[in-house]
């Protein structure tokens, strides 16, 4: 995926390579999957339970597609790059009227399934992986499950527990809000081109009570402010929050901020509510 995406228009033509295939394009970090038992696993990952309706993002030549389509769900897919739209097209006609030609970054696709759940699946460009996720976290009341391959550091930090060096800002609000499950490692050779490093491949389930008992938008500032500093102690990389003398006494502030668990991000972030509260 790339900036400057647009609104799909019916394609004319062939893909235009000679063997019908199409070109990876570094600029949208394209690397094609090749290995068909890898595609079938990320398939199979997701339970299709409690919806009907699947996204998969970036489907290239449609190797994670034929497999998806399978399933009994009402597929669509996002692709910017225009040559592969026309290969979808004219390899996969269940996919009429599915296929949305679309930066799934700037997309809205509220419309898309009218306000219904769905899944979100996909070899997801490593180049944007990450703002993939933050998309997901801003869309969780829709979105009940999300499977897919990224970079393997990518995929080894949004599943790292507390305590673990890789453990951050990505790792504590995904799991405040889904369960993270790393689910396999994919080598650099089953791709075309290979990529430079190996895959990752994650499921997130949303958790059944997915509301936070604090104020979300705190959470989000107090997890960031937290990591912005990681090596210090709360009490140092809090300091912009302003918190009075014996607030910043609690044992909690004593602690960098991967020694937290998602749950005592939450509790600090109450604490700093309530002061917020008890001071207006």
Do not use: W
Request: a positive charge; charged letters at 25%.
């Amino acid at each position: 995926m790339s900036k400057g995406s647009k609104k799909y228009t019916p394609y004319k033509g062939k893909a235009t390579t000679g063997d019908g295939s199409v070109r990876a394009k570094k600029y949208l970090g394209q690397h094609f999957l090749t290995d068909e038992n890898v595609a079938q696993k990320i398939a199979d990952s997701i339970s299709y339970s409690g919806y009907k309706n699947v996204l998969e993002i970036g489907p290239g030549m449609g190797v994670l597609t034929k497999y998806l389509i399978k399933k009994d769900t009402n597929l669509h897919v996002i692709e910017i790059d225009p040559e592969s739209v026309i290969y979808l097209h004219e390899n996969f006609p269940e996919l009429h009227g599915k296929v949305h030609q679309q930066d799934f970054l700037k997309y809205d696709f509220k419309g898309v399934f009218n306000g219904e759940p769905f899944a979100i699946i996909g070899n997801f460009p490593y180049n944007i992986s990450t703002q993939i996720v933050f998309k997901t976290l801003e869309n969780r009341t829709e979105i009940p499950e999300f499977s897919g391959m990224f970079q393997k550091e990518v995929a080894q930090r949004i599943a790292a527990p507390h305590g673990n060096k890789t453990y951050g800002i990505l790792s504590v609000l995904t799991q405040a809000f889904y369960e993270v499950s790393y689910l396999f490692t994919v080598p650099t050779e089953v791709f075309n081109p290979p990529p430079k490093v190996e895959g990752g491949v994650i499921r997130l389930k949303r958790k059944q009570d997915f509301t936070l008992p604090c104020d979300e938008a705190l959470f989000f500032r107090v997890v960031k402010a937290a990591f912005m500093h990681r090596r210090k102690t709360l009490r140092n990389s809090l300091k912009s929050f302003q918190l009075p003398d014996d607030l910043k006494e609690d044992p909690i502030f004593d602690q960098r901020p991967e020694q937290l668990s998602t749950e005592q991000f939450i509790d600090l972030t109450l604490k700093i509510q309530q002061h917020a509260i008890s001071t207006k």
